[in-house]
């Protein structure tokens, strides 16, 4: 006999595929709160963008809302990004520095 | 004003005293003792000066006045606009920031000597040293001094980490040196495009030439001299693209190393960033670009520090993250935000140092930090337990501790100046400090242990818990009364504020 | 047209060793050799400050008796870059005093000086 996939069953074969053991670990609950901080964090600073042009902050949002369902979970790539890695830290410093010289020279 | 103004006599002694004594305790680094009693005295002596002396100026010489009808300078002594070069200036906001830095000084010298066996010298002078180069930082009203100070105490900042021993701390003071290197070059030369611009080095000096002549093209100049002192900005806190650096500083070290450093670094961030807003303050999208880096740097500790496994490393990014509190109500810029920005920093390094020193003690009962073993400490330390427990409320911002009187300040601040969304991230961080927090005290001090073997009786120091007591009191009484801290840095922020613009 | 100046040169000049200092810094992988790097970046921010100091025919900034005040206001050389350069070589010389201990320190340990094998990211 041929088992049946249900909708049902395949929906809740993809959740539990995330789950390694149990899904209430110390561990886990840290990375679970993290997950949806960075989420609404990112939505946050889309709306942000609002105190320049109300427009612009809402196609923001929208925009902020489809990368954070397309590149979930956030909070790996987060973690990979935050390491302490020397060469990485003085990368994101060059850029960072490049981004406020432009910003602030743009607006002025 | 006259030509030559007396001197403040306790100026000098601020800064001299810890380098004496950071001097004697080199040489005399084996006799514990005696290195002790020298440390607490003097720790003690700094504290009673910062709280009994007046309020006044030290200058270390002169430079041509300008004439503000003509803008040229005149060397002619007699004229009524001389203005000091390099001068260190003593008032209320810098009377209660040093004080409540000597009071962290005696607890952590205390700690740190009972705690240490060997290298005991060495290690207090880079404390007394750290010491030495925040109050320079706190009190300094020239670009000079405050150039060297923040070079001096990056360095000294390498050397309380490599002070732990470890090879973590070597590579933690290893990576953070490097970035002192690119920070005060930055420094140098934001110093060198705002001297070339104005003729000063005199903060107050450069920002009245500042407000008085229109610089037309010459305003780029400013906007790379902002940029670089950004740099040396988000360096100094350990904000945005270097917290994981900086965490990684405060981890690596010893905790009462730690209560130094972070107290060093959140009393830099506020004179560093008071001085940022007076000389950038008014050109447009500094504000933003001061706010979005808080704002980052805030969500970036927080998040981080939630997905951490150790009470060291969650204490590390905690830290980080709210230094972004207090940076968020300083790049506001108005009266309120900088009221709850600085009281922010006030209230985080007490209430940090109860967590840290709780961390201290977890060294004596076995030196198990990870949150992966339950420990069931409460029931052995039960007052241990109840310090760590009201440290966690305080920096989560529960009523009636301090936490809460300062981001009550800064949410209403946010909201005034029209930035819900500022408000609504400060009230995340809130929360999260919350969840990171007792997550770890839960695992550490309240879970029963795994194993159930005999335990021996372990001797904490005393002086670690009197300095917990007198702090987890100070955060309460703070709490209730919060003008007591409130009334020294109102007139201050009333001084330096600028009205939010949007 | 901008004329070119010896102080022109200069800034030019220092700005090129900033950037091949920070560069030096990103991309060189041994630890001497970013501490090299940075040797350069702090020299060029040396170079920056003299050339800002620089007053054309200018003198010494020491007032010898004989001068009118006015005559030195006008052709000293401004003095407070000088002493910055002063104090940014001292600076320069302990940083690397402290950078060049600590990576003596780590080779005694990790056995090279390769600074993504040393200074790697590592999980908690």
Redesign the interface.
């Known amino acids: 006999m041929v088992s049946i996939d249900t909708l049902f069953d395949k929906v809740k074969k993809w959740i539990s595929s995330f789950v390694e053991g149990n899904g209430y670990t110390n561990m886990m609950t840290g990375y679970m709160t993290g997950e949806l901080q960075s989420l609404v964090f990112a939505l946050i600073l889309a709306s942000f963008f609002r105190i320049f042009s109300i427009p612009l902050g809402m196609v923001l949002l929208i925009a902020a809302i489809a990368g954070t369902l397309y590149f979930a979970p956030l909070i790996v790539t987060l973690e990979k990004e935050n390491s302490n890695d020397l060469n990485r830290v003085l990368y994101w410093v060059v850029i960072y520095f490049a981004i406020i010289i432009a910003v602030t020279l743009w607006g002025g | 004003m006259s030509a030559y103004p007396s001197n403040l006599w306790s100026i000098p002694l601020l800064v001299v005293i810890p380098i004496i004594v950071a001097v004697v305790v080199n040489f005399i680094y084996n006799r514990s003792r005696l290195i002790k009693i020298i440390s607490i005295v003097s720790a003690v002596c700094l504290a009673l000066i910062a709280s009994l002396s007046s309020y006044g100026y030290h200058w270390f010489t002169g430079q041509?006045a300008l004439r503000p009808e003509t803008l040229t300078?005149t060397?002619d002594p007699g004229f009524p606009a001389w203005r000091l070069a390099l001068e260190f200036y003593f008032g209320p906001l810098q009377q209660v920031m040093i004080f409540v830095m000597s009071l962290i000084l005696i607890f952590v010298v205390a700690v740190a000597s009972s705690g240490l066996t060997k290298r005991q010298g060495p290690y207090m002078s880079m404390i007394f040293l750290l010491f030495a180069s925040a109050a320079i930082i706190i009190m300094v009203n020239d670009l000079?001094h405050l150039?060297?100070a923040v070079?001096i105490g990056s360095?000294v900042v390498?050397?309380v980490v490599?002070g732990s021993g470890t090879?973590v701390s070597?590579?933690?003071?290893?990576?953070y040196?490097?970035?002192?290197?690119?920070s005060?070059?930055g420094l140098?030369?934001a110093?060198?495009l705002i001297?070339?611009l104005t003729g000063y080095?005199n903060i107050s000096d450069a920002i009245r030439y500042l407000q008085s002549v229109n610089l037309g093209e010459m305003?780029?100049i400013l906007?790379?001299a902002?940029?670089f002192f950004?740099?040396s900005w988000?360096y100094a806190g350990g904000l945005?693209?270097?917290?994981?650096?900086k965490?990684?500083v405060y981890?690596a070290s010893f905790p009462h190393g730690t209560a130094m450093l972070q107290t060093q670094s959140k009393l830099m961030l506020v004179a560093i960033g008071i001085v940022m807003l007076q000389i950038f303050g008014m050109?447009?999208?500094?504000r933003?670009?001061m706010l979005a880096i808080s704002?980052?740097t805030m969500?970036?500790g927080?998040?981080?520090a939630?997905?951490?496994?150790?009470f060291r490393?969650i204490l590390a990014y905690l830290i980080v993250s709210h230094s972004g509190l207090v940076t968020v109500g300083i790049s506001l810029g108005t009266t309120e935000g900088l009221v709850g920005g600085i009281f922010q920093a006030v209230n985080d390094v007490i209430y940090m140092t109860v967590l840290l020193l709780c961390c201290e003690a977890l060294y004596y009962f076995g030196g198990k930090t990870s949150?992966?073993n339950s420990l069931g400490l409460a029931k052995r330390a039960p007052w241990l337990g109840m310090a760590v427990i009201l440290g966690t409320m305080a920096a989560s911002g529960i009523p009636p501790f301090n936490g809460f009187q300062s981001e009550l300040i800064l949410i209403q601040a946010s909201l005034k100046a029209?930035?819900p969304?500022v408000a609504?991230?400060i009230l995340?961080v809130s929360v999260?400090t919350f969840?990171?927090l007792f997550?770890a005290v839960y695992?550490l001090f309240l879970k029963p242990p795994e194993t159930s073997e005999p335990v021996a009786e372990v001797k904490v120091p005393r002086s670690l818990y009197i300095g917990l007591w007198v702090f987890v009191a100070l955060t309460l009484i703070i709490g209730v009364y919060p003008n007591i801290v409130v009334s020294f840095i109102t007139p201050v922020a009333q001084a330096v504020s600028i009205p939010w613009y949007? | 047209m901008i004329e070119v100046t010896i102080q022109l040169l200069g800034f030019i000049a220092a700005a090129a060793l900033v950037v091949i200092g920070i560069a030096g810094m990103l991309f060189l992988d041994n630890l001497i050799k970013k501490i090299i790097s940075f040797t350069l970046l702090s020299d060029g921010v040396n170079l920056l400050l003299v050339a800002l100091g620089y007053v054309e025919g200018g003198i010494v900034p020491i007032l010898i008796p004989g001068m009118s005040v006015s005559e030195f206001a006008a052709r000293a050389a401004l003095v407070f870059p000088v002493g910055i350069v002063l104090t940014n070589i001292v600076i320069g010389v302990s940083t690397t005093a402290i950078l060049v201990a600590l990576a003596i320190m780590l080779y005694r340990r990790y056995g090279t000086l390769k600074a993504s094998k040393v200074l790697k990211g590592e999980r908690r």
């Open positions: 041509p300078f060397f000079y150039w060297i070079e360095l390498a050397g490599v090879s070597h590579k933690a003071a290893l990576k040196t490097f970035f002192s290197a690119l005060g070059a140098a030369i110093l060198a001297l070339g080095s305003s780029i906007y790379v902002f940029a950004v740099l988000i945005a693209p270097i917290h994981p650096l965490s990684e981890g050109l447009p999208f500094v933003e670009v704002i980052i969500m970036l927080v998040v981080m939630l997905i951490q496994t150790d490393w949150t992966r029209g930035l969304e609504a991230v995340m999260t969840i990171a997550r695992r949007l």
